[in-house]
């Protein structure tokens, strides 16, 4: 079974950039769709964007299209997703998830998660 780590989250101002990172360990990454979700407090945990193996097939949730980017390095078994104008209701936990088979964005099709992320930002 695959093991996902997330990274690169942190406190930013409204308008600022991050770029989130899934590293991969176990399994065979290539093979695994993966999911970027999100939960803020009280809130559900929700989808933002996920990637299929091979990097063609993406989806976006329309609450980040434009501003959010998802990509992968099947070489360095990492999956990217680039936060571009961020925005106080961006602030949450992110998750990144693997699933064999295609891309899907319900929590109950994702059979690994990671530890998740904190991503702030400020007004």
């Known amino acids: 079974q695959v093991h996902l780590v997330e990274s690169g989250g942190g406190l930013v101002q409204a308008g600022g950039s991050l770029r989130l990172s899934c590293a991969a360990s176990g399994g065979t990454f290539s093979s695994y769709a993966i999911g970027w979700f999100r939960q803020a407090p009280g809130k559900e945990r929700e989808f933002v964007a996920a990637i299929g193996w091979s990097g063609r097939s993406t989806n976006v949730a329309d609450s980040v299209v434009g501003r959010f980017t998802i990509s992968r390095d099947n070489a360095k078994n990492t999956v990217y997703l680039q936060m571009n104008s961020l925005k106080p209701e961006d602030t949450a936990v992110y998750y990144c998830?693997?699933?064999?088979?295609?891309?899907?964005?319900?929590?109950?099709?994702?059979?690994?998660w990671g530890q998740g992320t904190q991503v702030t930002v400020s007004s």
């Open positions: 998830a693997a699933r064999s088979g295609p891309i899907r964005t319900e929590t109950t099709e994702f059979a690994s």
